[in-house]
């Protein structure tokens, strides 16, 4: 581990992997700081760089450590980011993603509007009233971690987690909300659904969503206040 | 397809996936590297039957695939020595073979490793998704429709090089001594969560592998690693890699593999890149221990290991 004066530090995973830490907390200011980093990197396309993957608060750099030293490599990335204005962030695209909540879209929902002390309709109208930041895409191809959700929804996960969650489906856990973009397993509470494919292999581009985007749910179903 | 069909499967075995050397470039959606788990094994079959080192193969586990070749096929299997059979006939690992239309490839039975790849002249060829062919198992796409192999199915190869000579490889030069297995780690990212006792624990003891494995990660048992006191359970999410360690609450440590792209366990250690293509060889049973490294070995070794596996073939590879 090597930490540096402006906060930066970098711990190897392996000799052909470094993690690039911009801060310790999931925070919007640091994870801009990770997307910009991706974007210089990108743009700077060093051979022997096989593979950037971000995360909340940390770039994961994976090289080949027979074309680029590895003490070079911390060296090359700290220089880069310590250039003045680098790797400005074009402005967040929005996206809104319309959702069936509750009922068979959103089996969970009663239960976290009972457990929250709120009716169904309260946990929509605050679900749909925040713009969320997509901090990384992970755990399955396509899946956004969103945050923040507001405190009043937070939640920790279910005690057992289902081992078929339907794809489409919107889920929130903790201080996070997301979207299952294909069948899997998962802990979250599912309170609606959303028709719009998040991830297809064979679509260009295969992700709909990006780190950075901002997102907002629209309630389709109409529920009557 | 464009390919000719070469290979019809028979029987699929416990598990036959086609892979190459992975995917790169989009585990910012969240997409796995997948890949041939011994990815060693796959290169040198891939330059046996004169192939490009990234070509696809079949990767196959422990026992039961059978296949009928279609069309006069160079092919090699390399890795573990699953009791490959040529109509019959002991078939030679880690060699080019001339096989004929008609005749039938078997995997018997484990005699020692876990997974063998088969290369064909061409390639497998299936098409390219997010820039590979291998099969992401989890996500249902890659490889063949997505999915692993079943009877009836049908893979084409792509066009065979023009034929060089006939070359052997040398196993011994990539390294597989085991089991017992010796995996030589880094520390890090996040060995801070162990104190002397903890890292101690680690590389004295003897763990066994979990029947629980397969390619998403190789399960400890037999004893806990335990954490400093105070140690968080859970990190914030971080992209992963083949390799690491990671240490769950219980104690025994996951050596994940190449079908995760993030997760949030701490990851005490990482395997080094020279020993990655054993971890496609260790079967459940087998005993593990580990063994520290620094940064500059371990890119030392990776350096002698990739000159020994091209020194490793008679005769020589061009250039």
Same mark, same amino acid.
């Not at chain 2, 000719?4 to 050397?21: H, M």
């Given at each position: ?24 907390r &999931? ?31 940390? =770039? ?16 090359? &990335? ?17 996206i ?27 946990? &929509? ?10 901090y ?12 923040? =959700? ?40 599912? &309170? ?12 260009r ?21 | ?32 590297a ?16 004169g ?25 090699a ?50 098409p ?37 000579p ?7 030069a ?62 914030i ?71 020994a ?11």
């Open positions: 581990m090597n930490e540096a004066a402006d906060g930066l530090r970098f711990r190897f995973m392996g000799e052909r992997s470094v993690l690039v830490e911009l801060g310790d &999931i925070e919007p200011a640091t994870n801009r700081r990770v997307h910009r980093l991706m974007r210089l990197l990108e743009q700077e396309n060093w051979s022997g760089v096989r593979e950037l993957s971000p995360g909340y608060r940390s =770039l994961l750099v994976v090289f080949d450590p027979l074309q680029i030293d590895p003490a070079e490599l911390t060296r090359r &990335i700290q220089a880069l980011v310590g250039r003045p204005a680098a790797g400005k962030l074009p402005p967040a695209r929005r809104t993603l319309p959702v069936f909540y509750g009922g068979e879209h959103g089996p969970d929902l009663p239960e976290v509007a009972r457990r929250l002390g709120m009716t169904e309709e309260g946990v &929509i109208r605050l679900h749909t009233s925040v713009t969320y930041r997509v990384m895409i992970g755990f399955t191809p396509g899946f956004p971690y969103l945050g923040e =959700l507001p405190e009043e929804l937070a939640l920790p996960r279910r005690s057992t987690p289902r081992t078929r969650v339907p794809k489409g489906s919107v889920a929130i856990a903790q201080r996070q909300t997301g979207v299952y973009p294909v069948e899997s397993p998962g802990g979250w509470h599912l &309170i609606g659904w959303t028709p719009v494919e998040l991830f297809h292999p064979d679509r581009p295969a992700c709909l969503l990006e780190m950075g985007d901002e997102v907002r749910f629209a309630a389709v179903d109409a529920v009557e206040d | 397809m464009a390919g000719a069909p070469t290979l019809e499967v028979l029987s699929p075995g416990i598990l036959t996936t086609v892979q190459d050397l992975g995917r790169s470039g989009y585990a910012r959606w969240g997409v796995a997948s890949g041939a788990v011994d990815a060693l094994a796959a290169r040198a079959a891939n330059r046996l039957v192939n490009p080192e990234g070509s696809a193969v079949l990767e196959t586990t422990l026992m039961g695939l059978r296949v009928r070749v279609l069309r006069d096929t160079r092919l299997v390399c890795g573990g020595d699953l009791g490959a059979k040529l109509d019959g006939e002991t078939l030679p690992l880690w060699k080019t073979i001339a096989a004929r239309a008609g005749q039938i490839l078997s995997f018997t039975g484990p005699c020692w490793g876990l997974r063998a790849c088969l290369a064909v002249g061409g390639g497998i060829d299936v390219e998704v997010l820039g590979s062919r291998s099969t992401n198992l989890a996500s249902g796409f890659g490889g063949l429709q997505g999915r692993a192999l079943r009877k009836g199915d049908v893979l084409a190869a792509g066009e065979p090089q023009p034929s060089g006939e070359r052997e490889f040398d196993p011994a990539a390294g597989y001594e085991g089991p017992p297995w010796r995996l030589r780690i880094l520390w890090g990212p996040q060995d801070e969560v162990l104190d002397e006792q903890g890292r101690e624990r680690l590389l004295g003891a003897v763990f066994t592998v979990s029947p629980d494995s397969d390619r998403t990660g190789i399960r400890l048992e037999g004893t806990t690693v335990p954490v400093r006191p105070g140690a968080p359970d859970s990190i999410s971080e992209g992963i890699i083949a390799g690491a360690i990671q240490l769950p609450a219980d104690g025994r440590p996951i050596i994940v593999l190449a079908e995760t792209a993030s997760g949030g366990y701490r990851k005490p250690a990482t395997v080094i890149a020279a020993d990655l293509h054993k971890l496609g060889q260790i079967m459940p049973g087998d005993e593990v221990r580990f063994a520290a490294v620094t940064l500059e070995e371990a890119v030392a070794l990776l350096r002698g290991r990739e000159e596996f091209r020194a490793a073939f008679r005769p020589p590879l061009p250039g």
